[in-house]
């Protein structure tokens, strides 16, 4: 079965310092990647995803993931985080022309001091 | 607002009775999902439409919950006889089908306690 593993569950970063939050998948096929944020009291926001191509992918407020496919790995980076990125980040895989359906991981929390 | 919306946002009920959620996907959304998720956890897969279609259950859906999506837009998820097990929040969400990769947007979930 399909599972996803982020790392940190809990992450404290002062304002400026560069984050990255690691996420592992296991599945042997081809996979579409996801990362979500869930700021405090809001819901889940699509941060960024891979389906196929380049695979250092781009997304909102200056995050970008990198899929390694050899290490069944999608990492999250920021270079220099704000007070605002504060929230639950979530790593999701789902299986290429299928459902769609996402599987999720435990979910890291961010903690970031002005 | 075209997002994903869920109703109640909040539901307190006493173990043993009935509750309904109900969610109304983006319009033109013909996926449908309904996750879980509890405090410390990332959200759970529970079940999935294609219009009105259910094509997948998982097996965290016992035999209490059942969900319903009759025309093909909003959906309905039922859970019989609480159990304080079941307090979360469920979530819902909508994708387009569109053969290659799809983004699932999220409503805002609604929050179960059950006392």
């Known amino acids: 079965a399909q599972s996803v593993s982020q790392h940190n569950h809990h992450v404290i970063l002062s304002e400026a310092a560069s984050l990255e939050l690691g996420c592992n998948y296991s599945?042997?096929?081809?996979?579409?990647l996801f990362w979500y944020v869930q700021y405090p009291g809001q819901h889940l926001q699509l941060l960024l995803k891979?389906?196929?191509?380049?695979?250092l992918v781009k997304g909102i407020k200056g995050f970008e993931a990198e899929f390694i496919k050899s290490k069944f790995s999608f990492n999250l980076r920021k270079p220099s985080v704000q007070w605002s990125d504060t929230a639950e980040y979530f790593c999701?895989?789902?299986?290429?022309?299928?459902?769609?359906?996402?599987?999720f991981g435990q979910g890291t929390t961010l903690q970031v001091k002005p | 607002d075209t997002g994903v919306s869920q109703d109640p946002r909040h539901k307190i009920t006493k173990r043993g009775q009935n509750v309904t959620f109900r969610c109304d996907p983006i319009?033109?959304?013909?996926?449908l999902y309904w996750y879980r998720q509890t405090l410390g956890q990332g959200p759970e897969f529970l079940t999935y439409f294609q219009n009105e279609a259910q094509l997948e259950k998982s097996r965290l859906l016992s035999d209490r919950f059942s969900a319903e999506r009759p025309k093909g837009s909003f959906s309905t998820l039922e859970i019989q006889r609480t159990e304080q097990g079941d307090s979360a929040m469920y979530l819902c969400?909508?994708?387009?089908?569109?053969?290659?990769?799809?983004?699932?947007?999220f409503g805002e979930g609604s929050w179960l306690t059950v006392v």
């Open positions: 891979y389906f196929s191509g380049d695979p």
């Open positions: 999701a895989v789902s299986r290429t022309g299928n459902t769609g359906k996402l599987i």
């Open positions: 599945y042997g096929g081809t996979v579409n």
């Open positions: 969400a909508s994708s387009l089908s569109t053969g290659g990769g799809n983004t699932i947007y």
């Open positions: 319009s033109e959304h013909n996926r």
